[in-house]
């Protein structure tokens, strides 16, 4: 009886560990950049697919993309109250926006046309260990094209991503699309005499090293093992030196132009037949590109670049920022890399047992945002209402009436609707709120069929800045006319 | 040995029971509305706020309102993998947008304005029987202030709610908000002599199926019983006769505007304290409406309408579509309710124990937009890409560069991706993308500098039509210079 008693604890008002609330400008400036991404998306003929935020596990892979302990890294949870009895299916939150259209492109292949050229952009969810700046629930914006093996599509993907990328702020000139193709590295690894499986592993994780060691360093990392810059020594792969020579020549390829990378990688590639391949396929790309009035100041082909390459079978590609920013510590870096994808084959074969092909992009919609306002595109403070405080508790509706007409000319504004006993209170509410103009009508004004208008933002610079007799004449705060209420305040605002 | 051998079935393409994917218009449509709703929602000082999916069952609360068995209808797992050991948080994902707003109201006391205007769209997931047409996961639609006892808020959001959905599609006239208070309906009660609990929900539940069975049924209803259509006998809720008198006088007090009704109500609240407060607060409301020149056409107080009422604690109000649609069968009825709100106290008390006032309202987004869709303001076909097919596939660029002129235009094209091989599979691809223009470009008309541009609108309706000599004439296709083919397919388009 006493336990009976007892009250309950209350509840923690916390979000769960990893997770976030974004309010205001942080949802409005996602969505301005997002909906400007969807406009290209659209003028390119991309029609929006939005599938639900839970898939059985079965559909969506028991894994991640490069995890493979299965179940690992999902937000998972078994159906009950099956009707019929029995064990439910295992339902589980959407990882990534690919695998759900897997599940579509599988479930709806006689309806969707083909080829179908889709964009998603919403919320995903990763059960993983969250770190500072590393959320559990966080936005991905794709766009693929399912269903065709011309690399014409990824051509267009890759043209389609500049427009997007400057459609969303970034200026020509601060962005690079940089493409690869898996088949040319496969051509090379043929060309070394290096077998698929862990041998090739261990040379393409090599590869990635290169930015960081050099040629020298992967020359060594390559064949007898390399000592880094703590003293500690590397194991190397154990190929013969001569072996090393075509990853080497590939790393090295990039030219001066087009022409010339592609002319060094063809030399690389040497008797390969898959890497042949994977040359012309990326000089068909620079030349559609071109065609499509994409200079290789936008897009260009780089063979340094490698992306999770056990997924992807073709061309590959990444958007990088090129201008710098000042990192935490105050030392500039290059913004780096934003956007990346690629064509990949297994998509729908999980499902049908057919192989579909299919080429698309990922944009990383918070490093995005974060280019965007790092370079003051967006974050500026968002302005706030025109805020009509409350003098007379009873006088309520007049207050109404005002920011009525307000907002009927377009301004945004809102009435005073906390406790109105402490004016003091009413105008920090307006400062919190970043108002521009609050109006102001007291019993007296009201009688003589005037409002006070008082712009904020003249306010606050004088307050820190005038002189005893500036503030004192109050250039801030006018009187006019209540029927001139509107046009005074569409002055202040400009 | 043999087991390991044995292929692994193929997973279903499926989304799991009661989920479902939208596509094309389906998007854009429902983000259109939205975005139109946001436009007013802004404009009256509200800011956005999105939560997380996912929150603590502890925060959640366990139950939906309504709903009384613990962690009934919501999807909930347990967090696994807990640093430290241990066993770990129970997770789910949020049934409304109501009760993260609690949360956030709770966790950023002290950081956010107060009162603190919000709106909120997104999903939300409900772990109930799916029937047809009723999915466990939908679009919610709120606006919220918290911190506000005055009877303002309520009154904003009423006519922020009629100036939503104007904004959105709906014309003055074929909707209406309907008001009533909590309070009334509790000073009838107290005129009654009928004690809050048991007794109290007993005759809620019999004022709300006045509609149906109308004054003398809910007499009945509320005294002896009554018999209903069937012949079966409703027991009574065992009222004398003239205890029924201040719900009946309640129920039909609605009068020919707000100033009789308002009469009405005074009188059938008789000497309650509560019922004359209910009373004065709709008072002020219709008076603040007609302030913000919303008329008694748009809003207007109505005792008939009971909505949820164990969790309101004051104004409540309702908007109904009021021109007629046919239903599946083919008869004409109502609309009906779109949105609806009110006043609650109990939001943040759960974490904090302090009562913070708040009142909002909840636009149901599937049935306002299917509402659109109804009066034909949505869901016509919407227009498909150009589309550019490809005669020879070796001068892909070509074709791209066309689409890629067509696009800086501003008009939406696409190159055909698939198998050219096939020039039949290729209209069709059009058709089912809904194309209005196809541009063709055989070796012949590259050597000749022209395009072949086909107007399929045009097409489509002269094949339905059309004689066989103005079918032969083949006005639908037209051969421009290259050079003119932007300005060719803009005049199709008109």
Not at 322 to 349: C, H, M, N, P, W
């Amino acid at each position: 009886m006493a336990k009976d008693q007892k009250k309950q604890p209350r509840p923690k008002a916390e979000t769960p560990k990893g997770f976030r609330d974004y309010f205001g400008a942080d949802v409005t400036e996602r969505k301005q950049m997002l909906d400007r991404i969807a406009e290209i998306y659209h003028r390119h003929g991309f029609e929006p697919l939005e599938t639900s935020a839970v898939e059985t596990v079965e559909a969506l892979g028991k894994f991640l993309p490069d995890v493979d302990r299965p179940n690992a890294g999902v937000f998972a949870w078994q159906e009950s109250d099956v009707p019929g009895g029995g064990s439910g299916d295992w339902l589980a939150l959407r990882y990534d926006l690919t695998a759900p259209l897997a599940r579509v492109a599988a479930q709806f292949r006689n309806d969707l046309p083909s080829p179908y050229r889709r964009y998603a952009m919403g919320p995903v969810w990763r059960n993983e260990k969250p770190g500072p700046g590393r959320f559990r629930q966080f936005y991905q914006c794709d766009a693929d094209t399912v269903g065709s093996a011309s690399v014409a599509a990824d051509a267009e993907i890759c043209a389609m991503l500049a427009a997007a990328l400057e459609h969303a702020g970034i200026a020509r000139g601060d962005y690079l699309i940089r493409i690869n193709n898996r088949k040319v590295l496969n051509g090379i690894l043929e060309a070394m005499g290096v077998a698929q499986g862990k041998p090739a592993d261990d040379v393409l994780r090599t590869i990635d090293k290169f930015d960081k060691v050099g040629e020298d360093g992967v020359r060594q990392l390559l064949t007898t093992g390399r000592k880094d810059d703590s003293g500690a020594f590397i194991e190397g792969v154990g190929l013969a030196p001569e072996q090393a020579g075509p990853v080497l020549a590939f790393l090295t390829s990039k030219g001066a132009d087009n022409a010339e990378t592609l002319s060094n990688l063809r030399a690389a590639v040497g008797a390969s037949a898959t890497g042949a391949e994977g040359v012309e396929e990326l000089a068909q790309i620079a030349e559609m590109l071109s065609a499509m009035g994409v200079g290789e100041d936008r897009a260009v082909i780089d063979p340094s670049i490698v992306r999770g390459l056990g997924y992807y079978t073709g061309p590959v590609f990444e958007a990088e920022l090129t201008f710098e920013i000042l990192d935490d510590k105050g030392r500039k870096r290059q913004f780096g890399s934003v956007a990346g994808g690629g064509r990949y084959d297994g998509l729908v074969e999980r499902f049908t047992g057919q192989k579909v092909p299919a080429t698309g992009v990922s944009i990383g919609v918070d490093r995005l945002l974060a280019a965007l306002r790092a370079k003051g595109l967006m974050g500026g403070t968002a302005q706030g209402p025109v805020v009509v405080t409350v003098m007379d508790r009873e006088r309520m509706a007049d207050y109404q009436a005002m920011a009525a007409e307000l907002r009927q000319a377009g301004i945004r504004a809102e009435v005073y609707l906390g406790n109105p006993k402490n004016f003091g209170n009413q105008l920090k509410y307006a400062d919190k709120r970043n108002a521009p103009v609050a109006v102001i009508q007291g019993g007296d004004e009201a009688a003589r069929g005037v409002v006070q208008v008082k712009d904020l933002v003249l306010g606050a610079r004088i307050a820190a800045e005038a002189s005893h007799e500036e503030w004192k004449a109050q250039p801030a705060q006018t009187e006019v006319a209540r029927a001139d209420l509107v046009a005074e305040v569409r002055r202040i605002l400009g």
